[in-house]
């Protein structure tokens, strides 16, 4: 049941270059979706969101765009740099309720010096 | 800056018995959560927790697991009768009652070993 999909396990881009991590979802009732970065021995770490009513949405370096006709969204980030090396995982949930995160499998991005 | 907190970082038991794990969310936070990632896989939903009582709960957490917040500070996930397959990381997390409803604060996470 992969509900939030990221077909890419791993991305290796050069420092200063634009890195971009793709997610696909299928369940079209999410309504809102966050990306984590996770160092090792570590917990998840919120990193930026967009609501469904967005196509767009910017926080310095970062930025998520959101395609729902395609069920997919993308984070930029620009320009790389090493620190950003981590795993970053696509979540997606429902308004109301619970509201409980549903992640894909995490793209474990490298960004070299 | 405020943060949620685990206890153990670690947890070795033996298969059949019980372990506690120990999370303590940031403290005006209202609605609380419990995720695992078994090594390989994706983080995965547990249970949610609101207002002292469950909200949701997924087909992993059946009856051998269950959760309490004792004294309004600490969240526990108990497991009564560990198996093999519940080795994993575990995740707590949690969040504030309104406004940014949906950006849940995680902690550094338990690791779970069942030998």
């Known amino acids: 049941d992969q509900q939030v999909k990221q077909n890419s396990p791993s991305l290796s881009v050069q420092e200063g270059r634009i890195s971009i991590l793709n997610c696909d979802y299928t369940n079209s009732m999410f309504d809102y979706f966050l990306w984590y970065k996770k160092y090792p021995a570590e917990g998840p770490t919120f990193l930026i969101s967009i609501s469904s009513i967005k196509d767009k949405n910017e926080d310095g370096r970062f930025t998520v765009f959101l395609n729902k006709s395609a069920k997919h969204l993308s984070l930029h980030i620009v320009p790389s740099q090493p620190g950003d090396s981590a795993v970053y995982f696509c979540a997606a949930s429902v308004q109301g309720g619970s509201e409980k995160l549903v992640f894909g499998k995490g793209t474990k991005l490298t960004v070299n010096p | 800056e405020p943060e949620v907190t685990q206890t153990p970082s670690h947890q070795v038991t033996q298969m059949g018995q019980e372990v506690i794990l120990r999370c303590v969310p940031i403290s005006n936070h209202l609605y609380f959560y419990w995720y695992r990632q078994i090594l390989g896989q994706k983080v995965e939903f547990l249970v949610s927790f609101y207002n002292n009582e469950i909200s949701e709960k997924s087909e992993i957490f059946d009856d051998q697991f269950s959760v309490e917040r004792p004294d309004g500070s600490n969240f526990t996930l108990k497991i009564r009768s560990t198996k093999l397959e519940d080795s994993a990381m575990y995740f707590c997390?949690?969040?504030?009652?309104?406004?940014?409803?949906?950006?849940?604060?995680f902690g550094p996470g338990t690791r779970l070993t069942v030998l």
């Open positions: 997390a949690s969040t504030i009652s309104s406004g940014r409803l949906h950006e849940q604060f």
